[in-house]
């Protein structure tokens, strides 16, 4: 079984900074791939970044130059360094882990969700 644990949302003013972590535990091999998603009031679930074990990045068109995503493989954990934020940003954030559980095996994990509100 496979645990992933976000942190670091919360509220900020518009133009602010937040970042989020995600920490996972368990049965894990390795991590191939770690990303963050958003769901935002009324609208479905997009991606947000995401980071592959060699640590090539891809980002959503509406974050780019403003969001970096980051992972410490030791630590089994990923980043979301999100600045310059906007009130469109605010979205319940969801970590997503593709998790080698062994040379055969993987699965997909999702967290909890973090709220993140950017509002004056």
């Known amino acids: 079984q496979v645990q992933l644990v976000e942190s670091g949302g919360g509220l900020v003013q518009p133009g602010g900074s937040l970042r989020l972590s995600c920490t996972a535990s368990g049965n894990i091999f390795s991590i191939n791939v770690m990303g963050w998603y958003r769901r935002a009031p009324g609208k479905e679930r997009e991606l947000v970044a995401i980071?592959?074990?060699?640590?090539?990045?891809k980002y959503a068109d509406s974050v780019k130059g403003r969001f970096t995503i980051s992972r410490d493989n030791a630590k089994n954990t990923a980043y979301l360094e999100m600045n310059s934020l906007k009130p469109e940003d605010t979205a319940v954030y969801y970590c997503?882990?593709?998790?080698?559980?062994?040379?055969?095996?993987?699965?997909?994990?999702w967290g909890q969700g973090t709220q993140v509100t950017v509002s004056s």
């Open positions: 997503n882990a593709l998790v080698v559980l062994t040379t055969q095996k993987m699965a997909n994990y």
């Open positions: 980071i592959s074990s060699d640590r090539s990045t």
